[in-house]
């Protein structure tokens, strides 16, 4: 008898709870998902990436510039970089302040945007 009685009163409580409702403007239970997915509408599309850095590989190649170092940059490294919206080949590039010929990628954020106290 207390075996059939338990699962009929998890079963009668559990109906009796509303399911929790988002209103407008509260935010859903999975933040990702507020946003569909964007999908590629050509392979062209989805090698972009790839295609800028070998794109600016071999424009520093070819006007004599060094290979890019990997390495991540610290804080007490600045360059001066010309304000002007260069593209090689529909791909965004810096140019360094001082000498035209060196390109370099744009920085890719690294994390969210937030306030940084002067110092």
Not at 2 to 25: D, H, K
Not at 35 to 57: G, H, I, K, M, Y
Not at 80 to 103: E, F, P, T, Y
Request: a neutral charge; proline letters at 13%.
């Amino acid at each position: 008898m207390r075996l059939i009685v338990l699962p009929l009163c998890f079963i009668a409580l559990t109906a009796a709870i509303p399911a929790p409702s988002a209103g407008p403007g509260a935010l859903p239970m999975m933040p990702g998902y507020t946003v569909p997915a964007r999908s590629w509408q050509s392979v062209d599309e989805a090698l972009a990436p790839q295609n800028c850095r070998d794109t600016l590989q071999q424009v520093r190649e070819a006007s004599g510039q060094p290979a890019l170092d990997k390495t991540p940059a610290t804080s007490g490294e600045g360059y001066l970089i010309n304000a002007v919206d260069m593209r090689i080949d529909s791909c965004a590039v810096m140019q360094m302040k001082g000498n035209v010929n060196d390109l370099r990628p744009l920085p890719a954020p690294s994390g969210p945007a937030g306030l940084q106290p002067a110092r």
